[in-house]
């Protein structure tokens, strides 16, 4: 295979008698070293190297000025922001920074086509004024500020590109309209210089101006990377571009173009594989470089369409490759380091404290795991405390005194001018000195960005303060990228799209070959409305395409085996279909290439549907035996009715949830309210009748007593604000429930004595199976005397239904969750007698979310009641508990207890609906 550059060079050295007399201008600095390599490669003796530079390089040698970089550009155009119109309201630079860097992308693109400012400005102010208020016949102040900015650009770029020209440099666009307008001065100045433009495409109007001119003289010529293929088929957008210059151009009306081959329709082979995520591409990629020979490899390229895949791709390389070359930078804020500084850069502070999701945040990172010996412990006690906010002082007061100095640096106001932002950065990087070669990579390229921001902040003197360089600073963070070093002529070549410009490969796999992807079908912020680009004729997304869709198929050009990689998929809203560009491979039936297809196989990660099945080991067999003779309580028993698994993850291993900082009061800290606040009120009637202008007086007390409760269990105040405020209020209106529904019962002439609240119990069950005591445990929230009836009462925040009170047989009150709140009452009857030696009447719920309902006992039917056989699903209901009854659920509490402690019986795991 004979590389497009390989076939320029050597049809160049035939046509130029000197080339030490040679400027070879190429659309990027990478190409141009490959240039170099060919000559070095094809060179036949010592000689001299052509002058050989970047498009960019060379238009800044024609203009004569420097292209500034995007930085200082932003400082520039403040300066001038601030000095021109200076009776106008002006934003501070960290507002100025939303939308400067759109204005900058406009004045590039309005220059590089070589656009009237003037008359485009004008256009632009127009069209404002029409899409909002032109029909307002009288125009408020807002109105007249924001018409103002429209009306001023022309202004603000006027002044801008002045102020730039005066200090001998420019943005990019105003350098391509300084080029176009001095290439006769250019000319004259280096009339013996032989000019060769090679492999471009697209050009903007500045550039097209440029090579036109140039190409009029006898010593300039172009090379194209054209196909023939293409440029005969006048509805593909791979050669839009090419087809415009051949048939519009002046010196292509004598001339024939250079280089058109015929290489695209010669024998290829092209795999087209579907996949079923971004992942398993990368995947399949690495598979397919561990089957290539090493010097298969030297000529392959992986291209990513999609460069978010860069890591995993890097990842997925398999054993073989001994060179890898990466033309790709890695985004730098994929970098734990820049992760963790773009993390303190955004802290956000109220007055001296400071959110303590934040908190988490930070001391959460890996980076300030090892710097922070006591971050755990911080964050604990933060979890236990329940804070929202936090000030320094307590979060040092919960840390050891060594981490003091790295707490104070991380969580001191970020409140700082901007030399002392810098300096805070400077001094957290000191701490951290990983030997890690990417660490050590990051902190060089972060040692960099600091320095460039001291110069910024040097020569612009007016921007001193913290708000400015932290936008500066983030900004940087976010668009820096880590190069990788190899080499760059040797071994794989892992590069984006735009990487490949002028570059051939034999073997190319090219992954995310989407739409959206390629053709990207993206496009930058811009002010340029659509009407407005066409009015002018700017690039529209059709052109944009159109550049992609040539970079795509120039890269088939020579190519002799294809890998194309897709994800077709659907999730939610998502999708990701094949890009039109595979299509048009599909469709073309050129008898030269082969076409294949391949599906990847979905792998599922899905739950098996093999139930988890844990045998009990004597360790487990001894933890057993300590939480039997600790005592069983009702709610670890039905916690293995739900799932034997969750028991033995909770009791036997101690896996927990989390301890987390409750900023939405949950569900069970409602509860644990609720509980303590109706004790609080209640716990002076204990033994004592109730009577009802003392309930009536509890009214009064509900307010504080609820405060309270919440106070103890939160150290802040935030279950006042917000959400919060409205469950605060539900805790108190379920307070004040349970007091009307007993003044309820005394308005209609019942007796309540109260016997107990919050009451621990414990008992001995015997068990002759088990070779240890087994003990029952368990807090019943009241016990009560209904006239003559004594009753056990469970209170529940959340909602009972009375179909899950009622038992029908003993199998499902051991078998179906549903059914746990029945057996936990019938527990805590259990206990109360075996305790009191006094049988309960009645068990049952008073459910806060359901108090139409009143107090709902656990019924029986009839036959369960008499017989404790199954039941025969007699309708009829018992809610009376009696000793039989109470022996009978003894009976099935014993069995459950037996299976649980059962060496032989497993854990396994149910499946929940």
């Given at each position: 295979m004979q590389s497009f550059l390989e076939e320029t060079w050597r049809h160049l050295s035939q046509t130029v008698p000197d080339t030490t007399k040679l400027r070879c201008v190429l659309p990027s600095i990478r190409s141009g070293n490959f240039l170099k390599k060919v000559i070095v490669n094809n060179s036949q003796g010592a000689s001299f190297l052509p002058e050989i530079l970047s498009i960019e390089g060379f238009i800044q040698q024609v203009a004569d000025l420097a292209i500034l970089e995007n930085t200082p550009l932003l400082f520039e155009l403040y300066e001038v922001y601030?000095?021109?119109?200076?009776?106008?309201?002006?934003?501070?630079?960290?507002?100025?920074?939303?939308?400067?860097?759109?204005?900058?992308?406009?004045?590039?693109?309005?220059d590089r086509y070589l656009v009237d400012p003037k008359a485009f400005f004008n256009y632009l102010h127009s069209i404002q004024d029409m899409n909002h208020w032109i029909m307002q016949p009288e125009k408020t102040p807002l109105m007249i500020q924001y018409l103002s900015f429209w009306s001023h650009l022309h202004g603000y770029y006027t002044a801008f590109t002045e102020h730039l020209l005066s200090k001998g440099v420019g943005y990019q666009g105003m350098v391509y309209r300084e080029a176009a307008s001095q290439v006769e001065l250019y000319h004259s100045a280096h009339s013996d210089t032989f000019h060769a433009f090679i492999g471009f495409n697209a050009l903007n109007n500045a550039e097209q101006h440029l090579f036109q001119e140039l190409l009029e003289r006898d010593n300039t010529i172009m090379y194209w990377d054209a196909d023939s293929r293409f440029l005969n088929d006048n509805k593909h957008s791979a050669s839009h571009f090419m087809r415009e210059y051949f048939k519009n151009w002046k010196v292509y009306q004598q001339s024939e173009p250079q280089i058109v081959a015929n290489n695209y329709s010669s024998q290829k082979k092209f795999k087209i594989v579907e996949s079923p995520s971004a992942i398993s591409q990368v995947k399949y990629a690495g598979n397919l470089l561990s089957a290539l020979t090493k010097a298969e490899l030297s000529n392959t390229a992986v291209v990513l369409a999609d460069e978010a895949l860069l890591i995993p791709l890097l990842n997925s390389l398999p054993d073989n490759l001994s060179q890898v070359n990466v033309t790709m930078g890695m985004p730098f804020k994929s970098i734990p380091l820049a992760q963790w500084f773009l993390l303190l850069s955004t802290l956000s502070f109220d007055g001296d404290t400071i959110y303590y999701k934040d908190v988490f945040k930070v001391l959460s990172h890996s980076i300030s795991k090892k710097l922070v010996r006591s971050a755990s412990d911080v964050l604990a006690v933060i979890a236990e405390n329940n804070q929202i906010q936090l000030s320094l002082d307590q979060i040092l007061s919960y840390s050891k005194p060594e981490d003091h100095s790295i707490l104070s640096l991380l969580f001191s106001s970020w409140n700082l001018s901007g030399a002392d932002f810098l300096k805070r950065i400077a001094n957290l990087l000191a701490y951290e000195d990983s030997s890690q070669v990417v660490f050590q990579s990051a902190k060089v390229r972060l040692l960099e960005i600091l320095k460039n921001l001291e110069i910024v902040q040097d020569q612009y003197p007016k921007l001193q303060t913290g708000d400015a360089l932290k936008v500066m600073?983030?900004?940087?963070?976010?668009?820096?990228?880590?190069?990788?070093?190899?080499?760059?002529?040797?071994?794989l070549q892992i590069m984006g799209v735009l990487e490949t410009r002028l570059l051939d490969f034999e073997r190319v796999i090219m992954i995310s070959v989407n739409e959206g992807d390629i053709p990207a079908g993206k496009s930058m912020p811009s002010f340029i409305t659509s009407d407005l680009k066409k009015a002018f004729e700017l690039p529209s997304y059709f052109e944009k395409d159109a550049v992609f869709t040539y970079h795509f198929y120039r890269l088939m050009h020579r190519a002799k085996h294809v890998d194309l990689l897709y994800v077709n998929s659907q999730q939610g809203m998502s999708t990701k279909e094949k890009s039109r560009l595979i299509l048009q491979i599909e469709n073309e039936n050129n008898p030269n290439h082969l076409v294949e297809h391949q599906s990847l196989e979905a792998v599922f990660f899905n739950k098996s549907t093999v139930p988890i099945e844990v045998q009990k080991t004597f360790l487990a067999t001894q933890r057993l035996q300590k939480i039997a003779e600790k005592g069983f309580s009702p709610s670890a028993l039905t916690s293995y009715i739900r799932n034997p698994i969750d028991f033995y993850k909770q009791r036997l291993l101690g896996i927990q949830p989390d301890n987390e900082v409750e900023e939405t009061i949950a569900h069970n800290t409602l509860g644990t309210i609720v509980h303590q606040s109706i004790e609080l009120l209640y716990k002076n009637f204990i033994n004592q009748t109730l009577q009802e202008p003392a309930l009536l007086a509890l009214h009064k007390k509900i307010t504080a007593t609820v405060t309270a409760s919440c106070d103890k269990e939160f150290k802040s105040k935030h279950y006042l604000l917000g959400h919060n405020r409205i469950i605060f209020e539900v805790a108190k209106q379920y307070v004040r429930l349970a007091i009307n529904q007993d003044i309820a019962l005394l308005k209609k002439g019942h007796k309540i004595r109260l016997l107990g609240l919050e009451q621990k119990l414990e008992c001995a069950l015997d068990i002759p199976s088990l070779s240890y005591p087994v003990m029952l445990r368990g807090e019943i929230d009241r016990v009560d005397l209904l006239d003559d009836s004594l009753r056990i009462i469970d209170y529940k925040t959340g909602k009972v239904d009375r179909s899950q009170l009622k038992l029908s047989s003993w199998d499902s009150l051991l078998s179906d969750y549903k059914f746990s709140k029945g057996f936990q009452v019938l527990a805590y009857s259990l206990l109360y007698y075996k305790n009191n030696q006094v049988l309960p009447n009645v068990a049952g719920i008073i459910s806060f979310k359901n108090m139409k309902d009143g107090f709902m006992p656990v019924t029986f039917t009839e036959e369960l009641h008499s017989t404790f056989a199954e039941a025969s699903m007699d309708k009829t209901e018992n809610k009376s508990i009696t000793p039989k009854l109470l022996a009978a659920f003894e009976a099935q509490l014993t069995k459950l207890i037996?299976?649980?402690?059962n060496p032989q019986t497993p854990f396994v795991e149910k499946e929940l609906t």
């Amino acid at each position: 295979m004979q590389s497009f550059l390989e076939e320029t060079w050597r049809h160049l050295s035939q046509t130029v008698p000197d080339t030490t007399k040679l400027r070879c201008v190429l659309p990027s600095i990478r190409s141009g070293n490959f240039l170099k390599k060919v000559i070095v490669n094809n060179s036949q003796g010592a000689s001299f190297l052509p002058e050989i530079l970047s498009i960019e390089g060379f238009i800044q040698q024609v203009a004569d000025l420097a292209i500034l970089e995007n930085t200082p550009l932003l400082f520039e155009l403040y300066e001038v922001y601030l000095t021109t119109f200076p009776k106008e309201p002006k934003e501070p630079f960290d507002s100025f920074i939303n939308w400067a860097p759109t204005l900058m992308g406009d004045f590039n693109e309005i220059d590089r086509y070589l656009v009237d400012p003037k008359a485009f400005f004008n256009y632009l102010h127009s069209i404002q004024d029409m899409n909002h208020w032109i029909m307002q016949p009288e125009k408020t102040p807002l109105m007249i500020q924001y018409l103002s900015f429209w009306s001023h650009l022309h202004g603000y770029y006027t002044a801008f590109t002045e102020h730039l020209l005066s200090k001998g440099v420019g943005y990019q666009g105003m350098v391509y309209r300084e080029a176009a307008s001095q290439v006769e001065l250019y000319h004259s100045a280096h009339s013996d210089t032989f000019h060769a433009f090679i492999g471009f495409n697209a050009l903007n109007n500045a550039e097209q101006h440029l090579f036109q001119e140039l190409l009029e003289r006898d010593n300039t010529i172009m090379y194209w990377d054209a196909d023939s293929r293409f440029l005969n088929d006048n509805k593909h957008s791979a050669s839009h571009f090419m087809r415009e210059y051949f048939k519009n151009w002046k010196v292509y009306q004598q001339s024939e173009p250079q280089i058109v081959a015929n290489n695209y329709s010669s024998q290829k082979k092209f795999k087209i594989v579907e996949s079923p995520s971004a992942i398993s591409q990368v995947k399949y990629a690495g598979n397919l470089l561990s089957a290539l020979t090493k010097a298969e490899l030297s000529n392959t390229a992986v291209v990513l369409a999609d460069e978010a895949l860069l890591i995993p791709l890097l990842n997925s390389l398999p054993d073989n490759l001994s060179q890898v070359n990466v033309t790709m930078g890695m985004p730098f804020k994929s970098i734990p380091l820049a992760q963790w500084f773009l993390l303190l850069s955004t802290l956000s502070f109220d007055g001296d404290t400071i959110y303590y999701k934040d908190v988490f945040k930070v001391l959460s990172h890996s980076i300030s795991k090892k710097l922070v010996r006591s971050a755990s412990d911080v964050l604990a006690v933060i979890a236990e405390n329940n804070q929202i906010q936090l000030s320094l002082d307590q979060i040092l007061s919960y840390s050891k005194p060594e981490d003091h100095s790295i707490l104070s640096l991380l969580f001191s106001s970020w409140n700082l001018s901007g030399a002392d932002f810098l300096k805070r950065i400077a001094n957290l990087l000191a701490y951290e000195d990983s030997s890690q070669v990417v660490f050590q990579s990051a902190k060089v390229r972060l040692l960099e960005i600091l320095k460039n921001l001291e110069i910024v902040q040097d020569q612009y003197p007016k921007l001193q303060t913290g708000d400015a360089l932290k936008v500066m600073f983030i900004q940087q963070l976010n668009s820096a990228s880590l190069d990788f070093h190899g080499d760059a002529y040797s071994g794989l070549q892992i590069m984006g799209v735009l990487e490949t410009r002028l570059l051939d490969f034999e073997r190319v796999i090219m992954i995310s070959v989407n739409e959206g992807d390629i053709p990207a079908g993206k496009s930058m912020p811009s002010f340029i409305t659509s009407d407005l680009k066409k009015a002018f004729e700017l690039p529209s997304y059709f052109e944009k395409d159109a550049v992609f869709t040539y970079h795509f198929y120039r890269l088939m050009h020579r190519a002799k085996h294809v890998d194309l990689l897709y994800v077709n998929s659907q999730q939610g809203m998502s999708t990701k279909e094949k890009s039109r560009l595979i299509l048009q491979i599909e469709n073309e039936n050129n008898p030269n290439h082969l076409v294949e297809h391949q599906s990847l196989e979905a792998v599922f990660f899905n739950k098996s549907t093999v139930p988890i099945e844990v045998q009990k080991t004597f360790l487990a067999t001894q933890r057993l035996q300590k939480i039997a003779e600790k005592g069983f309580s009702p709610s670890a028993l039905t916690s293995y009715i739900r799932n034997p698994i969750d028991f033995y993850k909770q009791r036997l291993l101690g896996i927990q949830p989390d301890n987390e900082v409750e900023e939405t009061i949950a569900h069970n800290t409602l509860g644990t309210i609720v509980h303590q606040s109706i004790e609080l009120l209640y716990k002076n009637f204990i033994n004592q009748t109730l009577q009802e202008p003392a309930l009536l007086a509890l009214h009064k007390k509900i307010t504080a007593t609820v405060t309270a409760s919440c106070d103890k269990e939160f150290k802040s105040k935030h279950y006042l604000l917000g959400h919060n405020r409205i469950i605060f209020e539900v805790a108190k209106q379920y307070v004040r429930l349970a007091i009307n529904q007993d003044i309820a019962l005394l308005k209609k002439g019942h007796k309540i004595r109260l016997l107990g609240l919050e009451q621990k119990l414990e008992c001995a069950l015997d068990i002759p199976s088990l070779s240890y005591p087994v003990m029952l445990r368990g807090e019943i929230d009241r016990v009560d005397l209904l006239d003559d009836s004594l009753r056990i009462i469970d209170y529940k925040t959340g909602k009972v239904d009375r179909s899950q009170l009622k038992l029908s047989s003993w199998d499902s009150l051991l078998s179906d969750y549903k059914f746990s709140k029945g057996f936990q009452v019938l527990a805590y009857s259990l206990l109360y007698y075996k305790n009191n030696q006094v049988l309960p009447n009645v068990a049952g719920i008073i459910s806060f979310k359901n108090m139409k309902d009143g107090f709902m006992p656990v019924t029986f039917t009839e036959e369960l009641h008499s017989t404790f056989a199954e039941a025969s699903m007699d309708k009829t209901e018992n809610k009376s508990i009696t000793p039989k009854l109470l022996a009978a659920f003894e009976a099935q509490l014993t069995k459950l207890i037996i299976e649980i402690c059962n060496p032989q019986t497993p854990f396994v795991e149910k499946e929940l609906t």
